[in-house]
């Protein structure tokens, strides 16, 4: 610390009385102390920063922690709601499916039975096409028979 009696006296070596360097050592002491920080003041406050950082420190990482914990427990939630609604999807699409499959298959017997019924209907038109020119030929045996008993009558009658 400063040695006042020193200054005092280098003061009166100066002129001033003894009362007034006593005096302005005095009010020069105050003013340093007021103003001024020693070295134990500048450590003290050294180490109450370093307490005050690792305070924070400590505040932030826990708080980072939390922060982590939170955003971990959130994205578990939307990866189970995630998971959930292509649950949903999947199991609506098979049920969308199943109803495709057994309709087309309800079609596919509708079509398999009218398919029955055309070649029926093919089979029955193409014998009846294979017993017409039989018929047409009876028939027109029949009109030509007519026409010559026709033909020969009107020669008859003719001649």
Same mark, same amino acid.
């Given at each position: 610390?400063?040695?006042?009696?020193?200054? =005092?006296?280098?003061?009166?070596?100066?002129?001033? =009385?003894?009362?007034?360097? &006593?005096?302005?050592?005095?009010?020069?002491?105050?003013?340093?102390?007021?103003?001024?920080? =020693?070295?134990?003041?500048?450590?003290?406050?050294?180490?109450?920063?370093?307490?005050?950082?690792?305070? *924070?420190?400590?505040?932030?990482?826990?708080?980072?922690?939390?922060?982590?914990?939170?955003? !971990?427990?959130?994205? #578990? /939630?939307?990866?189970?709601?995630?998971?959930?609604?292509?649950?949903?999807?999947? =199991?609506?699409?098979?049920?969308? *499916?199943? /109803? *495709?499959?057994?309709?087309? !298959?309800? &079609?596919?017997?509708?079509? /398999?039975?009218?398919?029955?019924?055309?070649?029926?209907?093919?089979?029955?038109?193409?014998?009846?096409?294979?017993?017409?020119? &039989?018929?047409?030929?009876?028939?027109?045996?029949?009109?030509?028979?007519?026409?010559?008993?026709?033909?020969?009558?009107?020669? #008859?009658?003719?001649?």
């Amino acid at each position: 610390m400063i040695n006042a009696m020193r200054y =005092t006296e280098y003061l009166v070596d100066a002129g001033f =009385t003894k009362e007034q360097a &006593d005096t302005a050592i005095k009010v020069g002491l105050e003013l340093m102390d007021a103003k001024f920080a =020693t070295k134990q003041d500048i450590q003290l406050s050294e180490l109450a920063l370093r307490s005050d950082m690792k305070e *924070m420190e400590h505040s932030i990482r826990s708080d980072m922690k939390e922060s982590e914990d939170a955003i !971990r427990s959130e994205m #578990k /939630e939307v990866e189970t709601s995630i998971r959930s609604g292509i649950k949903e999807i999947e =199991t609506s699409i098979r049920s969308d *499916m199943k /109803e *495709m499959e057994s309709s087309i !298959r309800g &079609d596919m017997k509708e079509m /398999e039975g009218s398919i029955h019924s055309l070649e029926g209907s093919v089979l029955l038109i193409t014998q009846e096409l294979h017993a017409m020119p &039989d018929k047409i030929i009876v028939r027109l045996s029949g009109i030509m028979a007519i026409m010559f008993s026709l033909s020969i009558t009107v020669f #008859k009658l003719l001649a």
